[in-house]
């Protein structure tokens, strides 16, 4: 089920970085209340910064060669899964709330639903207890903005 995440993702993020052209992938008026501006979401630099992401996720999420998964490794997982199963609610969110489509909301379904599929298949594979894989889940999801901001202003050293 990783692997299917990771390429859920993947695809997730050609469709953002496809449909960017022409749509913001985030939205102006949030993206100015984090302090955000539009050269951080540069075509070139977003796309620099979509690949830094997806690396990172595929390193957090790719399998272990032994078949047990740690409490440890697990966590990671169950985080980095929940940062995406959250984004792709909110860009189903975004969709909804102003009816409209956004860089990302056709992936999203099957990147949300791949992102809980992973969380249950390891916790059942890792032994992970629930408690623990509610607080994994809460650091990935509020890890996800700060890793993404980072992301960005990474792209951008690398993008002048």
Do not use: K
Request: net charge positive.
């Amino acid at each position: 089920m990783r692997w299917a995440l990771i390429g859920v993702f993947i695809a997730h993020n050609l469709e953002e970085i496809l449909s960017a052209s022409t749509q913001a992938p985030i939205d102006p008026a949030l993206a100015a209340r984090l302090g955000l501006d539009s050269e951080l979401y540069r075509g070139d630099r977003f796309a620099v910064a979509t690949m830094l992401l997806t690396v990172a996720v595929a390193v957090a999420v790719v399998p272990a060669r032994r078949r047990r998964i740690s409490a440890r490794r697990a966590a990671v997982i169950v985080a980095a899964a929940s940062a995406l199963g959250l984004n792709g609610a909110m860009h189903l969110g975004r969709a909804l709330a102003t009816c409209s489509s956004n860089p990302g909301v056709y992936s999203s379904p099957a990147m949300t639903a791949a992102a809980a599929l992973t969380i249950v298949a390891v916790c059942r594979a890792s032994g992970l207890r629930r408690g623990s894989a509610v607080v994994a889940g809460a650091v990935g999801a509020f890890c996800s903005l700060p890793a993404i901001a980072l992301s960005l202003g990474t792209a951008r050293a690398l993008v002048p």
